[in-house]
T-cell receptor
Framework: DGGITQSPKYLFRKEGQNVTLSCEQN?????MYWYRQDPGQGLRLIYY???????QKGDIAEGYSVSREKKESFPLTVTSAQKNPTAFYLC????????????FGPGTRLTVT | AQSVTQLDSQVPVFEEAPVELRCNYS??????LFWYVQYPNQGLQLLLK??????LVKGINGFEAEFNKSQTSFHLRKPSVHISDTAEYFC??????????FGTGTSLTVIP
C-alpha cells in the first residue's frame, strides 16, 4: 500500500536536545511538507521541498532544519533553538505542488520537558 | 499574505440534522480549495477539493461544498450527520508557489 509514514508516533525529549522526526513516502510524490499543529491554531508550515536537494522555509522555520537527499524521505530536525517545540508534527506530500491535494502522514507528537 | 478563516471554532449538531461549516479566504487571484477531516491523534484526510469547473463539489462520506467566487467562500455541508462525523475539519487554499494555507479548524461534535 502506498502512503506516508512518520515515526515515532510519540517522542519525548529533554530540553536542549536536538531531535529528528522521520517522514517517508512511497507515493512517488515530488513535493513534501512539514507542518506544526497546536490547539486552536490550525496547521502552520515549517518547511517544504519541491524536488530533491531543494527546500524552502515556511512561515515558522526558525529552530528547525530539514534535508531532502532522497525523493522518498524528508526528515525534520527540531533543534534546541526552537523555543516551544512541544507540538503535533505532520508530514505531507503532493504530486503536483499546489494543484494536487496533499496526503498526510499519521503525525508525531513531540513532548519536550 | 493569504488567509483562510473558519468562522466557527466549534459546531455542535444533533445526529441526522444538517450541518454547514463555513470557510472564507482572502485572495485576489485564482485559488484551489480543499476540505480535510482529522480524527483525534491522526493525520488529515481529504474530503473534497475544488480545482475548476462546477462550483458544487461532492466529496466522501456524503459531504459537499460550494465555491462562491464573489463571496470568496467555500462552505462545507452535509444534509444528515452521523456520530462518526465527529472530528476536526480544516479548510485550505493553495496558490501558485506550492504553498497551502490552512484555517484554524472547526470542531464538529455530533450529539446522539
Amino acid at each position: 500500500d502506498g502512503g506516508i509514514t512518520q515515526s515515532p508516533k510519540y517522542l519525548f525529549r529533554k530540553e536542549g536536545q536536538n531531535v529528528t522526526l522521520s517522514c517517508e513516502q512511497n507515493l512517488n510524490h515530488d513535493a513534501m511538507y512539514w507542518y506544526r499543529q497546536d490547539p486552536g491554531q490550525g496547521l502552520r508550515l515549517i518547511y517544504y521541498s519541491q524536488i530533491v536537494n531543494d527546500f524552502q522555509k515556511g512561515d515558522i522555520a526558525e529552530g528547525y532544519s530539514v534535508s531532502r537527499e532522497k525523493k522518498e524521505s524528508f526528515p525534520l530536525t527540531v533543534t534546541s533553538a526552537q523555543k516551544n517545540p512541544t507540538a503535533f508534527y505532520l508530514c505531507a506530500s503532493s504530486i503536483d505542488g499546489h494543484k494536487g491535494e496533499q496526503y498526510f502522514g499519521p503525525g508525531t507528537r513531540l513532548t519536550v520537558t | 499574505a493569504q488567509s483562510v478563516t473558519q468562522l466557527d471554532s466549534q459546531v455542535p449538531v444533533f445526529e441526522e440534522a444538517p450541518v454547514e461549516l463555513r470557510c472564507n479566504y482572502s485572495s485576489s487571484v485564482s485559488v484551489y480549495l480543499f476540505w480535510y477531516v482529522q480524527y483525534p491523534n491522526q493525520g488529515l484526510q481529504l474530503l473534497l477539493k475544488y480545482l475548476s469547473g462546477s462550483t458544487l463539489v461532492k466529496g466522501i462520506n456524503g459531504f459537499e461544498a460550494e465555491f462562491n467566487k464573489s463571496q470568496t467562500s467555500f462552505h462545507l455541508r452535509k444534509p444528515s450527520v452521523h456520530i462518526s462525523d465527529t472530528a476536526e475539519y480544516f479548510c485550505a487554499v493553495s496558490l501558485t508557489g506550492n504553498q497551502f494555507y490552512f484555517g484554524t479548524g472547526t470542531s464538529l461534535t455530533v450529539i446522539p
